[in-house]
C-alpha cells in the first residue's frame, strides 16, 4: 500500500507552509496595488480572472511546479490584464461591447418574458427561487427581474403595486421599454 496519499515528509509540508505564505504576500501586494476592484464581479470578465487568481494560488500551495515566483509573475500578470481591461472598459465602447454582457429582462411586473428566459436559460424553478429569496411573497411585488451582466439575477419588487419604478434603473437593460 502506497502511504504517499496519506502521509508526507516534514520538508514537503514546511515549503508548502513556506508557498503558502509567499503567495499570500503576493496576492496582498498585488490586490493593494490594483485596488479594491480586484475580486469585484461588475462582469463576466472579472468573475474568470477571480477564478484563474485562485487556482494559481492552489497550484503553487499544493504543488511543486509551479515555482513561487512563476505563480508570482502568473499573478502579476492576470492583474495587469484585469487592470488593462478595466483601464480600457472604462473608455472605450469598443472594448465594452466586447467584455460586458448586456443586462436581460427576464420579468415585467408579473408577466414572465419568456424569449429572454429562453436566452438566458434561465428555467421557471431558477426565476422562482430568485422570486422567494428576494422575500417576494406575492407575484403583484415583483416590478422587474434583471439577469445582470454579472449573472446574478435581481429582483425589484415594491408592497405597494402602484409604487413606480425608477426608469433609470433599467437603463441599459435589453428588454426594458416603458
Known sequence: MDSSWIFTSWQTVFMALISTIGIYIVLIVFTRIS??????????????????????????????????????VAMGSLFGIQMLVAYFRGNSAIMRKLVDNEPLLLMKNTE?????????????SDLRAKLREANVTKMTQVQAVVMESTGDIAVLHHDDPNHDLDDALLEGVQGWNK
Do not use: C, Q, W, Y
Request: proline share 4%; aromatic share 8%.
Open 112 to 124: 414572465i418574458i419568456e424569449e429572454n428566459l429562453k436566452r438566458a436559460k434561465v428555467t421557471h
Open 35 to 72: 485596488g479594491l476592484r480586484s475580486f469585484s464581479k461588475m462582469s463576466s470578465f472579472d468573475f474568470a480572472i477571480t477564478v484563474a487568481i485562485g487556482s494559481v494560488l492552489a497550484s503553487t500551495i499544493l504543488f511543486r511546479p509551479p515555482s513561487l515566483v512563476h505563480a508570482a
